[in-house]
């Protein structure tokens, strides 16, 4: 059997996409997926089960991805073509059974509102698979300082409006250190992307050195992941970063203001939210609002609303 399926180009996005792929994982179990998604996302699916083939669609102008991606698939015959990005392309190719999504109900999550695809009525919560290279470099990252609580930050976002101050993510670390017995000699991990260490590296050099560890950079995701699974607790930015720490079980806080969290907050049993004291219709009237903002929207959001937040999580989940 082979299915198709089209993805999203960026990371958070794709990761919200996950669990329907497990579905059909599970469920079609000697088939083969070739999975069409943005190059920034490749690296989340390398591990998937009965992969044949990752498409990287580059965006281009005047809809060249979607044409590259119809030469490099018209020729299979498709069992089945899962399209999460709402296209025409499916229809097009030769293709037994076709699914297309289209945004339907725009108040609700992203995943409730896929939750019939291909079929039934039930969420399908996000899954990262791992291998065992991946749990090896987490392994070996935290090396004798396994058996310690672990508190990760993902202080960075692709739009700069939707990041939390470096400072008062600092200020945060010292309260949940200096408050919580189980915390007071937990690790401190940092976690970002290429590019990202400029925003990132305020809050590193406030860490003592035999406490920190450095995950920003160029660092596969799925190795990070593996990493983010280890977590106590993990706090950051409305962030692709902040999807794959849900993904993959650890307790999770998501940080929002110029974003909905209605559609976007982390989802599973174990993760919470917090955001501005603005709410999202407010901050969207801001002169901040727009793709290069020179403030970031996030100023409504205090270190102590954030702390109270990580205490009731971390009450829930038992890691207090």
Same mark, same amino acid.
């Given at each position: 059997?082979?299915?198709?399926?089209?993805?999203?180009?960026?990371?958070?996005?794709?990761?919200?996409?996950?669990?329907?792929?497990?579905?059909?994982?599970? %469920?079609?179990?000697?088939?083969?997926?070739?999975? =069409?998604?943005?190059?920034?996302?490749?690296? +989340?699916?390398?591990?998937?089960?009965?992969?044949?083939?990752?498409?990287?669609?580059?965006?281009? /102008?005047?809809?060249?991805? $979607?044409?590259?991606?119809?030469?490099?698939?018209?020729?299979?015959? $498709?069992?089945?073509?899962?399209?999460? @990005?709402?296209?025409?392309?499916? #229809?097009?190719?030769?293709?037994?059974?076709?699914?297309?999504?289209?945004?339907?109900?725009?108040?609700?999550?992203?995943?409730?509102?896929?939750?019939?695809?291909?079929?039934?009525?039930? *969420?399908? /919560?996000?899954?990262? #698979?791992?291998?065992?290279?991946?749990?090896?470099? &987490?392994?070996?990252?935290?090396?004798?300082?396994?058996?310690? &609580?672990?508190?990760?930050?993902?202080?960075?976002?692709? $739009?700069?409006?939707?990041? #939390?101050?470096?400072?008062?993510?600092?200020?945060?670390?010292?309260? +949940?250190?200096?408050?919580?017995?189980?915390?007071?000699?937990?690790?401190?991990?940092?976690?970002?992307?290429?590019?990202?260490?400029?925003?990132?590296?305020?809050?590193?050099?406030?860490?003592?050195?035999?406490? @920190?560890?450095?995950?920003?950079?160029?660092?596969?995701?799925?190795?990070?992941?593996?990493?983010?699974?280890?977590?106590?607790?993990?706090?950051?930015?409305?962030?692709?970063?902040?999807? +794959?720490?849900?993904?993959?079980?650890?307790?999770?806080?998501?940080?929002?203001?110029?974003?909905?969290?209605?559609?976007?907050?982390? #989802?599973?049993?174990?993760? =919470?939210?917090?955001?501005?004291?603005? /709410?999202?219709?407010?901050?969207?009237? %801001? *002169?901040?609002?727009?793709?290069?903002?020179?403030?970031?929207?996030?100023?409504?959001?205090?270190?102590?609303?954030?702390?109270?937040?990580?205490?009731?999580?971390? /009450?829930?989940?038992?890691?207090?």
């Amino acid at each position: 059997m082979q299915i198709l399926f089209i993805t999203s180009s960026r990371v958070g996005d794709a990761i919200l996409t996950t669990g329907i792929l497990k579905y059909l994982v599970d %469920h079609y179990k000697t088939a083969k997926f070739t999975i =069409a998604c943005g190059p920034v996302a490749k690296g +989340l699916f390398d591990n998937v089960p009965g992969l044949e083939a990752i498409i990287t669609m580059r965006k281009d /102008s005047l809809l060249g991805h $979607w044409r590259r991606l119809y030469f490099a698939t018209f020729l299979k015959r $498709w069992d089945l073509v899962v399209d999460l @990005r709402g296209s025409a392309i499916a #229809w097009f190719l030769p293709a037994k059974k076709r699914v297309i999504y289209k945004k339907k109900n725009k108040k609700i999550h992203r995943i409730e509102d896929m939750q019939n695809i291909p079929n039934g009525n039930t *969420p399908h /919560s996000p899954y990262i #698979w791992l291998s065992k290279e991946n749990k090896k470099f &987490a392994d070996d990252i935290l090396g004798e300082r396994m058996s310690q &609580a672990l508190i990760i930050i993902g202080p960075t976002a692709n $739009w700069g409006a939707k990041i #939390w101050e470096a400072d008062r993510f600092s200020n945060l670390v010292h309260l +949940l250190t200096s408050n919580f017995r189980g915390l007071k000699s937990a690790m401190i991990a940092v976690v970002g992307g290429p590019g990202e260490e400029l925003i990132a590296k305020p809050i590193l050099d406030a860490i003592p050195c035999g406490r @920190r560890i450095d995950l920003v950079g160029a660092i596969p995701f799925l190795d990070v992941a593996a990493v983010l699974q280890r977590a106590t607790l993990y706090i950051g930015n409305d962030s692709g970063l902040m999807h +794959l720490a849900a993904a993959v079980g650890a307790p999770t806080l998501g940080l929002f203001g110029p974003t909905r969290e209605a559609n976007y907050r982390p #989802w599973g049993p174990r993760c =919470a939210y917090v955001r501005t004291i603005e /709410s999202f219709e407010q901050l969207s009237r %801001h *002169p901040d609002f727009r793709p290069d903002p020179t403030n970031s929207l996030m100023g409504g959001l205090s270190v102590e609303t954030v702390f109270n937040e990580c205490s009731k999580l971390l /009450s829930e989940t038992g890691r207090n």
